[in-house]
Structure formats: structure tokens, C-alpha cells
């Protein structure tokens, strides 16, 4: 993990067989990421704890030949990459080697992208982790740990070669430590129709902290609440990952509007004594040589901490991306008029930006604000689809617009979910008041199923997807509301919906 003075046991398998059943279903809090999509899960392997230190060795042994650090600028880092580059092609991955050609240190290696054969090109799901260390030491637990931990994953996936739902890809970054640097040149020149298929991004770093707590990125997304239920399954109690916030490579992605999660064991900050409590240790700093030439293997991993995480990403991937992928119910595009009525209750407030289908026209506004591109075909529902004279003529203004879908019936006795690709932009005046938001509407009333709040700084477009399980409605004929508002005054407010989708699994 960087620094801040930079920049800004095995599976329980009752878990596993309830997620094979459909029966487990995550709850998300108002105002959460969207729920992400769960299909009938190949059995959850136990990821060998013994090969995830055989790989810490190995990258020791690298840092000691090589002038004892693996910094993204050194012989140490082109080593560690070698390592993972041909032990995932021999496995039978697709891998690269991405050259960061903007934005890293001069002389940065490049960073590994493997991806997987297999599985829905349009439901992506990542896994990635820093493979560059500090200068000072050889980097063991910030972060072989993780990339140790994601290497291991990658070749027991391709091991045991379950049937894939959706598709995965592991990602090692270069120049973390100068900053996000390798994680920042991916996520910024990945186009706008590649984000909207990644469901979720998980990160890993500093996952073997010898005075380790058990922390997850996000923890109340639905990314973080699946990490959380391996965790819950064994009895360890979890806790947001505080310290790391903004500090890791989650946060390229976090930028860019992709959902994420990831793991951590703690990094310098004292371990607080309602939390020696909770996990043991003493109050020190959870790693007590971070960033020092004593992260050094063995000494400095903890591995029971290891173990553990190395689990918990495997239960992630396995529920999220491995068994049969669902079918479609029903569906839209928005290329033609299927009845989708707009200020259905009579109650809308906007007096400009109101909701319609049609092919949108960029603005722009100290970056993107309303995109000029869809997720698939020509049209999406936009609020208002023309550009005017500049970025506010036709935003949002006034109030609330609001849409609603036509009725669809849904199959009694089935496990349901309802997906589709967003954005919401808006300029710095924003604030909390303004929304997107995303409601069904049942026999018993209208539900939020997630709520994107606005805030005080520029947020551009960027297509993002989001999954729900909608389950609780099976045999009823429900609609889906969309509703966003522009309630900070005179804030730019801008958003769209594509590509809407009932499927059962």
C-alpha cells in the first residue's frame, strides 16, 4: 500500500451450498453499490496456504538477488513480473504485459493482465493486486502478500476449470507505490463500453499483517458484503478498511465508477484495544515494517491472516463468477418504444432534463457529463438527449424526473435478478440532495433497490452495472421506476439507463 505522503480456514460449505441454492441473499443498505449478480456456484476450492508461501519465497529470493527491494523501477520488479507472467501463461491464461506509456515513474515495468478463457465477455469481474514494492526492503507483505495470494487463485482456477458465468481477470500492478501510477494508466484508458462490463473489482494489499486485523474495502457494497460472508462463516468478526481508503489500487477503479472491494490485514496505524480484543495482538501498528527493509519473509507474514484472505477472494470469485449463467426474462435496450412512461405519478418537479429515449448527445462540463455513447446499439433513456449550448441547458433542473418501465411478469418460484448499466454526472455545486435511483414497483408498494447520492465535487459519466435481486417479487407483475433529481439549486446534474434486464438463475 502507498504511503500518504504520496497521493491522494477453508470455506464453511453450509455457505457454499446455500449460495447453490439461491438462498443466500445479500443485503445492501440505501445509498450502497448495486448488488452484483449470483449464479448456482461451482464448489469453492481451499486455496493452499503451503503454494502462497512457496510464492513469497520465490519473490524474496527475487528481492535478494536484486539489490534486496522489488521497486517498480528495478531489476527486482522485471523479475517478479517474469515469475507471474510465465506461470499464468503456462496455466493457459491470456497475458499481457501493459506498458504504462503516461503518468508512472520513468523506468516503471509494465503491468500483468491474465485473463481467463471462458465465461460472459460483458460480466467481467477483477481481481487484481500491487506487484511493486518500496525501495527500503524487498516488500513481503506490502505486497507479495497479495500478489502471492492472486497468483495462487489464478492456477487453481485454471486447475480445477469450472464452468464460468462470467468472465475473470487478474491484474498486477506496476507503481503503486509512486502513487497508483500502473492501476491509474489501466483504468483511464480502458473505453467507457469495457467498464460498464466489469461487475466488480476486488484488491488485495497487505493481506498478511503479522499484528493483522481483518479489514474490507467498502464493506457495505454488495462486492464487500460477499467478502464479508466468508469471513462471517468462520466466525471472524471484519471492520471497514479505514486506513486504506484511497490509498490502493481500488481506487483507480472507484474513480472511474466501477464497484469495488478488496482485503487488508492493516498497515501502520496502532491496532486500537477493542481491537486487540476482537482479534488479538497487541496495541502496535498491525505492521510493525511497513515500508522497512524487515518485510521480509518469513518473518514478517502471518499465516493464519493469509490463509484466510486467500479463502475469502476464492469464495468471492467462485459465488460470483464460476456455475450456469442466468436467462434473460425479459429486457430493453430503449432501440425501439416498448411503453416506458415518463412522470408516471404526476408528482415530477424538473423543468428541464426530463427522462426520454433517444440518442444522447455529449456534454461536457469539466470532463464528461452526459455521454454521447451507449452501452449497446444507438439509444438509451437519457435526461434530455440533446447537448444545447452548453453542458446546462438541457441537465436536470428543478426537481425530480422520473420513468417507469412497462409491467413485467415475473415467474413464480424463480431467483431473480434485475441488472442494468447507469451513470450519474454532475459538476462540483452538487450535494447529497441530488440522486439517481433505482426502485421497483410491486403488489405492496415501491421499494428502492439503490440510491446513487450526489456530492460536493465533479463527477463525470462513465457507464456503470449494477445487479439486484428482485426475488422477493417472484409471480407478480412489477415495474421498474427510474428517478433522478437535481435538489442542490442551480447544480449540474446529468444521468442515463441502457440495457435493462429481468433474469432468473
Same mark, same amino acid.
Given at each position: ?5 504520496? +497521493?491522494?480456514? $477453508? ?5 457454499? =451450498? ?31 496456504? =503451503? ?18 527491494? +522489488? ?24 497475458? #499481457? ?31 487484481? @493486486?500491487?506487484?511493486?514494492?518500496? $525501495? ?15 497468483? /495462487? ?6 486447475? $480445477? ?37 466489469? !461487475? ?14 481483518? %479489514? ?5 457494497? #454488495? ?37 469495488? &472491494? ?6 501502520? !496505524? ?15 501498528? %498491525? ?9 521480509? *519473509?518469513?518473518?514478517?507474514?502471518? &499465516? =493464519?491472516?493469509?490463509? !484466510? ?25 430503449? /432501440?425501439? #418504444?416498448?411503453?416506458? =412512461? ?80 447507469? *451513470?450519474? @454526472? ?44 428482485? &426475488? ?18 442551480? $447544480? ?14
Amino acid at each position: 500500500m502507498r504511503s500518504t505522503t504520496l +497521493r491522494p480456514d $477453508s470455506i464453511l460449505r453450509v455457505l457454499v =451450498t446455500a449460495f447453490m441454492a439461491g438462498t443466500a441473499v445479500l443485503a445492501v443498505p440505501a445509498g450502497a453499490s448495486a448488488a452484483l449478480p449470483q449464479v448456482s456456484v461451482a464448489a469453492v476450492p481451499d486455496i493452499s496456504l =503451503t503454494n502462497q508461501r512457496a510464492h513469497l519465497q520465490q519473490f524474496q529470493n527475487i528481492a535478494s538477488a536484486n539489490g534486496g527491494n +522489488r521497486r517498480s523501477t528495478s531489476a527486482g520488479y522485471t523479475a517478479s513480473v517474469n515469475y507471474v507472467y510465465d506461470r499464468l501463461v503456462a496455466a493457459g491464461y491470456t497475458v #499481457a504485459r501493459q506498458n504504462c506509456t503516461s503518468g508512472c515513474t520513468s523506468g516503471a515495468g509494465p503491468n500483468v493482465i491474465a485473463d481467463w478463457p471462458g465465461g460472459d465477455p460483458n460480466s467481467v469481474y477483477m481481481f487484481g @493486486a500491487h506487484l511493486d514494492g518500496v $525501495s527500503a526492503g524487498p516488500g513481503i507483505n506490502d505486497n507479495a502478500s497479495g500478489s502471492a495470494t492472486l497468483l /495462487e487463485i489464478a492456477l487453481t482456477l485454471a486447475a $480445477s476449470n469450472p464452468t464460468m458465468g462470467s468472465h475473470v481477470r487478474f491484474a498486477f500492478w506496476t507503481d503503486e507505490e509512486q502513487g497508483l501510477n500502473g492501476s491509474e494508466f489501466y483504468a483511464n484508458t480502458l473505453p467507457s463500453a469495457e467498464r460498464a462490463k466489469i !461487475r466488480a473489482y476486488f484488491n488485495f494489499d497487505m493481506i498478511a499483517s503479522t499484528n493483522g486485523g481483518y %479489514f474490507i474495502n467498502r464493506i457495505s457494497s #454488495a462486492a464487500g458484503q460477499t467478502l464479508k460472508a466468508y469471513y462471517d462463516g468462520i466466525g471472524v468478526p471484519t471492520e471497514e478498511n479505514t486506513e486504506g481508503a484511497g490509498r490502493s489500487d481500488d481506487a483507480s477503479f472507484n474513480t472511474i465508477g466501477v464497484q469495488t &472491494s478488496g482485503v487488508a490485514a492493516g498497515a501502520s !496505524r496502532v491496532k486500537t484495544a477493542a481491537q486487540v480484543t476482537k482479534w488479538g495482538g497487541t496495541q502496535t501498528g %498491525f505492521d510493525p515494517c511497513y515500508h522497512r527493509a524487515c518485510d521480509t *519473509y518469513p518473518s514478517n507474514i502471518s &499465516s =493464519t491472516v493469509l490463509d !484466510r484472505a486467500g479463502d475469502a477472494a476464492a469464495y468471492a470469485l467462485w459465488t460470483l463468477a464460476t456455475g450456469t449463467p442466468a436467462t434473460a426474462v425479459w429486457s430493453d435496450t430503449f /432501440e425501439t #418504444a416498448t411503453g416506458w =412512461t415518463t412522470n408516471p405519478g404526476g408528482t415530477d418537479t424538473a423543468t428541464a432534463g426530463m427522462w426520454e429515449r433517444g440518442d444522447p448527445q455529449d456534454t461536457s462540463s469539466s470532463g464528461a457529463k452526459q455521454l454521447g455513447t451507449t452501452v449497446s446499439g444507438v439509444n438509451a433513456l437519457v435526461t434530455g438527449r440533446l447537448a444545447g449550448t452548453d453542458a446546462g441547458t438541457y441537465d436536470v433542473d428543478g426537481g425530480t424526473t422520473s420513468v417507469r418501465s412497462p409491467a413485467v411478469t415475473l415467474p413464480s418460484g424463480a431467483v431473480l435478478d434485475l441488472s442494468l448499466s447507469w *451513470y450519474l @454526472a454532475h459538476g462540483s455545486n452538487s450535494s447529497s440532495a441530488d440522486f439517481l435511483r433505482v426502485s421497483i414497483v410491486h403488489a405492496t408498494g415501491t421499494t428502492a433497490l439503490f440510491t446513487q447520492s450526489g456530492a460536493a465535487s465533479n463527477r463525470n459519466g462513465g457507464w456503470a452495472a449494477g445487479t439486484w435481486n428482485v &426475488s422477493a417479487y417472484a409471480g407478480q407483475s412489477v415495474r421498474i421506476l427510474v428517478e433522478v433529481a437535481d435538489a442542490s439549486g442551480a $447544480s449540474l446534474v446529468e444521468a442515463g439507463v441502457d440495457d435493462v434486464t429481468v433474469s432468473r438463475r
